[in-house]
């Protein structure tokens, strides 16, 4: 069954602490995507990666970090440098052009992390 | 400042009622106009995506339209159930050479009371 995997569910980070989300999928897609969602705000992009070892920075890059070593795998770490982390946080992928045709971004079902 | 504005910001609506949700975009040049549906605590889901040349789509109980003269777009809900419960989100592509081109607005909450 096809789709995008996040985990975890839910995470807690300490202060000062990386946390690391995982973003999964077996779509075949080339381009993957992070956002992060906050109550009563559209969403807004973290990073984007179209290519496997390429990726550039959304609006919001700033604390977080991305890697694209496998097509498959997608994964964020939110660094000590995001003062303010917490959100819910989505992933998503989609065919490298689908910005322009009828094709659309799909996403995973999220990750939603607090500051313990 | 935003380019999707979306409108209300929230709705409730009793179970078997119609509603409309609207999307007013300043997006330029446009590429295509996207519905997604996100349930809480879930991921959105694709319900239609329009381009140019089009100027209504429908997905079950779900009927997108789009003027592109005006910028506006509207999502109407025919005999709304209690599953449809939901914030729906509009997404307008710039028609851009390269780079990220998608533009999202903030999303109604509806919610479909018994």
């Known amino acids: 069954d096809g789709g995008i995997t996040q985990s975890p569910k839910y995470l807690f980070r300490k202060e000062g602490q990386n946390v690391t989300l995982s973003c999964e999928q077996n779509?075949?897609?080339?381009?993957m995507y992070w956002y992060r969602q906050d109550p009563g705000q559209g969403l807004r992009l973290i990073y984007y990666s179209q290519i496997v070892n390429d990726f550039q920075k959304g609006d919001i890059a700033e604390g977080y970090s991305v890697s694209r070593e496998k097509k498959e795998s997608f994964p964020l770490t939110v660094t000590s440098a995001q003062k303010n982390p917490t959100a819910f946080y989505l992933c998503?992928?989609?065919?490298?052009?689908?910005?322009?045709?009828?094709?659309?971004?799909?996403f995973g079902d999220g990750t939603r992390l607090s500051i313990l | 400042k935003n380019q999707v504005e979306q409108s209300p910001q929230s709705l409730i609506i009793l179970e078997g009622k119609n509603c409309t949700l609207q999307c007013n975009y300043t997006v330029s040049p446009f590429s295509n106009l996207r519905w997604y549906k996100q349930d809480t605590g879930r991921g959105p889901v694709s319900l239609t995506i329009?381009?140019?040349?089009?100027n209504t789509k429908s997905n079950g109980r779900y009927t997108a339209t789009l003027d592109a003269d005006t910028k506006q777009s509207s999502l109407h809900i025919t005999a709304s159930q209690l599953s449809d419960s939901a914030s729906y989100i509009c997404v307008v592509t710039k028609n851009s050479n390269s780079g990220y081109a998608l533009n999202f607005g903030k999303g109604t909450s509806l919610l479909v009371t018994p």
């Open positions: 329009m381009t140019f040349s089009e």
């Open positions: 998503a992928s989609s065919t490298w052009d689908s910005q322009y045709s009828n094709q659309p971004q799909h």
């Open positions: 779509l075949n897609h080339d381009a």
